[in-house]
């Protein structure tokens, strides 16, 4: 599976954008996630959607602001971002893993499989 990330840019502290994550070819059965890495810091998990319950699941620090959500017709995974702050800047990937992996285990970047190449939000105060 090819991911390819695409959405990010230059906005506002309180503005929105969108993320996509397109892939290759059906990912009807992959989880697949949101993770980011600012400038000197470990990537972080942000969200994920499973694909066998359709749950979706939100780092702390995002949830209610972020929602993510799947268009299973057009092989696609969005993030929307609301409510952007500065502390949100950070390289965004998206991810996919076919594993069965449990609600805690979803948030652990090891457990995927493939990723996307990455697309920079920055949000300015």
């Known amino acids: 599976v090819q991911l390819q990330a695409s959405g990010g840019g230059l906005v506002q502290a309180g503005g929105s954008l969108r993320l996509s994550c397109a892939a290759s070819?059906?990912?009807?059965?992959?989880?697949v996630g949101w993770f980011r890495q600012a400038p000197g810091k470990d990537r972080e998990f942000v969200a994920v959607?499973?694909?066998?319950?359709?749950?979706?699941y939100y780092a702390h620090s995002v949830k209610g602001r972020f929602t993510i959500s799947r268009d299973r017709a057009k092989n696609t995974v969005y993030l929307q971002m609301n409510s952007l702050k500065p502390e949100d800047t950070a390289v965004y990937y998206c991810?996919?893993?076919?594993?069965?992996?449990?609600?805690?285990?979803?948030?652990?970047?090891?457990?995927?499989?493939?990723w996307g190449q990455g697309t920079q939000v920055t949000v300015s105060s």
């Open positions: 959607n499973r694909w066998n319950n359709n749950n979706n």
């Open positions: 991810a996919a893993t076919y594993k069965s992996a449990t609600a805690g285990e979803l948030p652990s970047d090891h457990i995927y499989d493939y």
């Open positions: 070819e059906r990912t009807s059965r992959t989880s």
